[in-house]
Every structure is written in structure tokens, then in C-alpha cells.
């Protein structure tokens, strides 16, 4: 009984295991249809952004996002294809404090889930 036991407990564990990598697999999936954003202030002057594109879904988009240090990453909203980043002097996205734009691409399958931009 004893060796049973064991057997038992070897082959539950293992099991375990290969279920958690199966688990974890799935995780490499989350970049397979468009990134999230992380923004790098070059000059240290960008106070907001707004990112305007594409979604995951196809559908146009548009968020204003403050960007309190050099590098902000705009989690929760996914982009693909091409996308334009305007940059702000102030938190409000106010075209009174407009500093300048980029546009950049956002691949719609990687490796990670981020896309870096620049300003």
C-alpha cells in the first residue's frame, strides 16, 4: 500500500505540474491581438498624452492618459496598427498645451505585451 501511496502522490504532483504550464501557456496569448502602451517622456516635459487608434477589436479609439514620470505605461487598453500619440504640456490633454505628436506602430502579435513610444 505503502509504494502505492507514493506512486500516487508522484504521479498527482506531476500532473500538477503539467497542468501550471499548461496554465501558464495560455498567459503568452494575451499579446496575440494588440499591445498596451508604454510611454517614454524623452524631454521630461510631457504631462498627458492621447493615444488615438485602433483597438483589439477593430474599433477607433481615443484616451487621454497622464503621464506623471518619464515612463507611464497605459495598461487596460489594447492598440493595433497604426496609432497617433499627441503630447501635452499639461495633465488635460488641452490643446493650449500642445507639444507635439508621433505616430507609431503597434504590432498586433509579440512576444510581451507592451509597445514602446517615444516622445
Known amino acids: ?7 500516487a502522490t508522484i504521479a498527482g504532483a506531476a500532473a500538477l505540474a503539467f497542468a501550471g504550464v499548461l496554465g501558464s501557456a ?11 502602451i508604454h510611454f517614454h517622456d524623452t524631454s521630461g ?8 487608434g485602433y483597438n483589439q477589436n477593430g474599433d477607433v479609439a481615443s484616451g487621454c492618459f497622464n503621464t506623471p ?7 487596460g487598453w489594447w492598440w493595433k496598427g497604426e496609432v497617433t500619440v499627441t503630447f501635452y504640456k499639461s495633465s488635460s490633454c488641452s490643446f493650449a498645451t500642445y507639444y ?14 507592451w509597445t514602446t513610444v517615444y516622445s
Not at 69 to 75: A, E, K, P, Q
Request: charged content about 15%; overall charge positive.
Open 69 to 75: 514620470s518619464r515612463d507611464t505605461w497605459v495598461g
Open 1 to 7: 500500500m505503502r509504494v502505492r501511496q507514493k506512486v
Open 26 to 36: 495560455g498567459q503568452s496569448l494575451a499579446a496575440s491581438n494588440g499591445q498596451q
Open 100 to 113: 507635439g505628436e508621433t505616430n507609431a506602430w503597434v504590432p498586433t502579435s509579440q512576444s510581451g505585451d
Open 45 to 52: 516635459s510631457v504631462y498627458s498624452i492621447r493615444i488615438q
